[in-house]
């Protein structure tokens, strides 16, 4: 098994370091002489040579021990003698925090099992017991269970596209089965911005923590402004933080707008009409009742994109083209290429679908 040899006096360091990327296999380090260590790599650290390791060596040992597979063989002996089926099967991982539902015939035993998935996974610190999503900020109802280091705090950082971003699973809606949405939007503004020959001003009013602005902010002129917010304040506050740490390298953005408010009303607000070029609508139960009275935040000459995530009933889909048409046709536009599709991986009892279209401004 491959690990990392490093001197006995930099393990902690390297440690840290690899645990922080998820490259840290769980069996242990390995003494490798009287002043080297051997951290225990998981197949996913990059290979030696890579810079990353600023020139360590790597070595291939036997492991320090055969590590558990699963956490349910580091319960106490009596639990484990409990059929297997009692137990969750599933899980969700959010940076260092896990998050598991517990059905009523595990809560006895959810303090246990909360110790034995900490003591399974090391990059895990905080484990809490997940009762489901909850009001129009459709945040989950956390419980603190375990945690590694007594902390309880559920604000985390995850990794998107090599980008870190700022999340709080008991706060703040996200959700990372969109991130290859992230990266379409993302290429329909690279054809967007070739069409228009300019770079782009993008209004995300449903923003959340921010995650469709990393890609947009980092791709050279692809943007020229921003118009972003959440009703959520701490959605808010972490959007903020983000936006502040995607551009700490880059400057110049034209507008920077970041509300914490009801976006049915930003178009009350003169100085937002007309503003933006791409108009990002995520707010799946309602995206589709929403867009009209957010069209007019869109600079109505030329053409504009805009992007959509909605739930519809399976019988609707074939009808939901033709309302985005519509819409567009109320606010005196024309859909130029208008599409509707389905994003599977989602629930089978009604559609799950992102919409686009190019409205030309006659
Ligand atoms: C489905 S989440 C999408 C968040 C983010 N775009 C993402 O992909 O992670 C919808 C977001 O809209 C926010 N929200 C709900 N109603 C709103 C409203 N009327 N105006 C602005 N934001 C709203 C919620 O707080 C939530 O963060």
Request: aromatic share 6%.
């Amino acid at each position: 098994m491959r690990h990392l040899s490093v001197p006995s006096h930099e393990t902690e360091r390297w440690l840290a370091f690899c645990r922080s990327n998820g490259w840290l296999a769980s069996t242990g380090v390995v003494p490798l002489g009287s002043d080297h260590r051997g951290v225990p790599l998981t197949p996913a650290a990059p290979a030696e040579g890579d810079e990353v390791w600023g020139g360590m060596h790597m070595i291939d040992v036997e492991p320090r021990s055969k590590a558990p597979v699963h956490w349910r063989e580091r319960l106490p002996v009596d639990l484990q003698r409990l059929p297997e089926s009692l137990w969750p099967s599933a899980y969700e991982i959010q940076g260092d925090v896990l998050m598991v539902k517990v059905e009523p015939e595990v809560e006895p035993y959810a303090k246990a099992m909360a110790e034995a998935m900490l003591e399974q996974l090391p990059n895990v610190r905080l484990v809490c017991s997940d009762a489901g999503v909850e009001g129009e900020f459709r945040v989950r109802q956390l419980r603190p269970l375990a945690s590694r280091d007594g902390s309880v705090s559920t604000r985390t950082q995850i990794r998107e596209h090599g980008v870190s971003i700022w999340v709080d699973p008991g706060t703040v809606y996200f959700s990372g089965r969109l991130s290859t949405q992230r990266y379409e939007t993302l290429k329909a503004m690279q054809r967007f911005r070739a069409l228009l020959n300019r770079p782009l001003v993008v209004a995300d009013p449903y923003a959340g923590v921010g995650p469709s602005l990393p890609l947009l902010l980092a791709e050279p002129d692809l943007l020229q402004g921003y118009l972003v917010g959440d009703l959520n304040p701490d959605a808010v506050e972490l959007l903020a933080l983000n936006i502040a740490d995607w551009t700490a390298h880059t400057t110049g953005f034209e507008p920077e707008v970041v509300l914490c408010e009801d976006a049915l009303k930003w178009s009350q607000r003169a100085e937002l009409l007309g503003l933006a070029d791409v108009l990002l609508v995520n707010l799946p139960h309602d995206s589709l009742d929403h867009l009209p009275s957010l069209l007019p935040l869109l600079r109505k000459q030329n053409r504009s994109l805009v992007r959509g995530w909605a739930i519809v009933e399976r019988a609707r889909l074939p009808s939901t083209e033709k309302r985005l048409q519509s819409i567009v046709q109320e606010a005196n536009g024309r859909c130029e290429e208008a599409l509707v599709e389905e994003v599977k991986g989602f629930s089978s009892t009604r559609c799950f679908v992102v919409f686009q279209a190019t409205i030309a401004w006659d």
